[in-house]
């Protein structure tokens, strides 16, 4: 979690230096969702997301040069530098992207897990979206057929209270969004996402649902974003009272305070996790900024989908 937060904070100041070119949505403040669901799955299942996914991608194990390298648009990143912030993605790690079309990973996702179930595999297909995207018709679409199907898929969503610059609850009848599932028997909870230990137990339980065959389950973790929607976003549709608020209940800070209180780390510990952190973050920019941007050549390379794809091969 620190380190994606160190991380998330260098990308930031990459930007600034204009090292990073186009859109750049930081993960500070929801670092507890995604580690809490790398936690509780396993290596082997997908993990589809939306744009907002660095954090995401490196939970998965995507080294942090790559990812900072595709930032860039480097040859040496992790979609070589054609990807940048919003579509990461790597088979290696069965991460599935990063997707810059608002809700367009739900369906992506759902179909993941039919493809988990036609192949009878013992995974599950974690599909992750924000708040905005849970006023997609694409949702509603996809929780039927999981349903009908009994998908084993876990579906996701990161509620950090504003798609983009308006709230929930100014564009949504129902805030309660996990109460949506609802509507399709598909069994739902709300999760604290500023709390790891919280996160994890969930999507343990959620996870173990849909590997057993009972079908989709819907998670809505409460989180927030600490940052604009974006780096162009100076967010002045919320108070700073507000984000202060939020920052009281750091996901980082609970952790450590918790570590600290039952006596499982000490202060030296986390001393040196800083040190080890930001040896990491700038070896991964000096990679980045000594790697060569794409060849004109590489212009048609990964235009349609490779054979060696996980659902096409037989």
Not at 47 to 54: F, S
Not at 85 to 109: N, P
Request: charged letters at 25%; glycine letters at 8%.
């Amino acid at each position: 979690m620190l380190a994606v937060r160190r991380m998330e904070e260098k990308a930031a100041q990459l930007y600034t230096q204009q090292k990073i070119r186009g859109f750049l949505h930081l993960y500070i403040g929801q670092e507890a969702v995604g580690m809490g669901i790398e936690a509780a799955i396993r290596p082997e299942d997908y993990v589809i997301t939306g744009y907002r996914e660095h954090g995401n991608a490196y939970f998965r194990g995507i080294p942090m040069r790559e990812i900072l390298a595709e930032l860039m648009g480097k040859a040496t990143g992790c979609s070589r530098g054609k990807g940048g912030s919003m579509h990461m993605f790597s088979t290696a790690k069965r991460f599935l992207g990063g997707h810059g079309i608002v809700g367009g990973q739900i369906g992506l996702g759902t179909g993941a897990a039919f493809a988990i179930q036609y192949r009878q595999e013992d995974l599950i297909s974690v599909t992750m979206f924000g708040d905005g995207a849970a006023r997609q018709g694409i949702l509603h679409e996809c929780f039927n057929m999981a349903m009908l199907w009994k998908l084993p898929v876990v579906y996701v969503c990161e509620n950090n209270q504003y798609a983009m610059g308006t709230s929930v609850s100014r564009s949504s009848n129902v805030t309660e969004i996990y109460r949506i599932a609802c509507a399709y028997d598909m069994p739902s909870e709300p999760v604290d996402g500023m709390d790891v230990r919280v996160v994890y137990e969930a999507m343990k339980r959620a996870a173990e649902h849909a590997r057993s065959g009972k079908g989709p389950y819907f998670l809505e973790i409460l989180t927030y974003r600490y940052r604009g929607h974006s780096m162009s976003d100076p967010a002045k549709y919320r108070t700073r009272e507000e984000v202060e608020q939020y920052k009281e209940k750091d996901p980082i800070a609970r952790l450590q305070s918790y570590l600290y209180e039952s006596n499982l780390a000490t202060p030296e510990e986390f001393d040196r996790i800083e040190e080890e952190i930001a040896a990491e973050v700038a070896e991964a920019v000096a990679f980045a900024e000594a790697s060569p941007y794409p060849s004109a050549e590489q212009l048609y390379e990964d235009v349609y989908v490779q054979s060696d794809y996980p659902f096409l091969r037989e």
